[in-house]
T-cell receptor, first 116, second 114 residues
Framework: GAVVSQHPSRVICKSGTSVKIECRSL??????MFWYRQFPKQSLMLMAT?????????EQGVEKDKFLINHASLTLSTLTVTSAHPEDSSFYIC????????????FGPGTRLTVT | AQSVAQPEDQVNVAEGNPLTVKCTYS??????LFWYVQYPNRGLQFLLK??????LVKGSYGFEAEFNKSQTSFHLKKPSALVSDSALYFC????????????FGKGTKLSVKP
């Protein structure tokens, strides 16, 4: 299956700093990608959807100025958590979606963010 | 609105016994259905999908799932569980007419004991 990489896999940062998470599709190109957040023992919560070259569409309750998404190319997207706070500590997962039916999604391995 | 229900938070099975992880869905129209598995601190791995055709879908690692339109279910099954199958399993759905993201169930933790 398709491969999606995510970097870093773990990051610890101090409150008030910014963290960038990078997501790459290694063997396919995708116009649409998703960023999810997952709390312990819970399902994935969609944060935003982005199309290459366009601004991301954020889900209700997700602050777009705090979670900056840049979908720079068909194989690269970044999520920057700005001015991080301890409540931003979570597991962040990216996902690329193929074009064409049935629009399969491939997921990155996730990034564990801990804000101290 | 689309939704997915996984009624069991946890399923416990002895190694070698068959396992079933339940999933029901609510979608207007005919859905695409998916199962994913997540190991600790890892992203989601695709197991199998139902698009059309045979209601019994075979996937990775010996898993299979049966699409039942009348019961709007897509239960995940495996004839003989392995300890290594212990993980978190997510059912997901997308309406055929939608280009949106997948709708996930809350997940079911599968625990297989030796």
């Amino acid at each position: 299956g398709a491969v999606v990489s995510q970097h870093p896999s773990r990051v610890i940062c101090k409150s008030g700093t910014s963290v960038k998470i990078e997501c790459r599709s290694l063997d396919f190109q995708a116009t649409t990608m998703f960023w999810y957040r997952q709390f312990p023992k819970q399902s994935l919560m969609l944060m935003a959807t982005s199309n290459e070259g366009s601004k991301a569409t954020y889900e209700q309750g997700v602050e777009k100025d705090k979670f900056l998404i840049n979908h720079a190319s068909l194989t690269l997207s970044t999520l920057t958590v700005t001015s991080a706070h301890p409540e931003d500590s979570s597991f962040y997962i990216c996902s690329f979606r193929t074009s064409g039916i049935p629009y399969e999604q491939y997921f990155g391995p996730g990034t564990r963010l801990t804000v101290t | 609105a689309q939704s997915v229900a996984q009624p069991e938070d946890q399923v416990n099975v002895a190694e070698g016994n068959p396992l079933t992880v339940k999933c029901t869905y609510s979608v207007s129209g005919n859905p695409y259905l998916f199962w994913y598995v997540q190991y600790p601190n890892r992203g989601l791995q695709f197991l199998l999908k139902y698009i059309t055709g045979d209601n019994l879908v075979k996937g990775s690692y010996g898993f299979e799932a049966e699409f039942n339109k009348s019961q709007t279910s897509f239960h995940l099954k495996k004839p003989s569980a392995l300890v290594s199958d212990s993980a978190l399993y997510f059912c997901a759905v997308r309406d055929r007419g939608s280009q949106g993201n997948l709708i996930f169930g809350k997940g079911t933790k599968l625990s297989v004991k030796p």
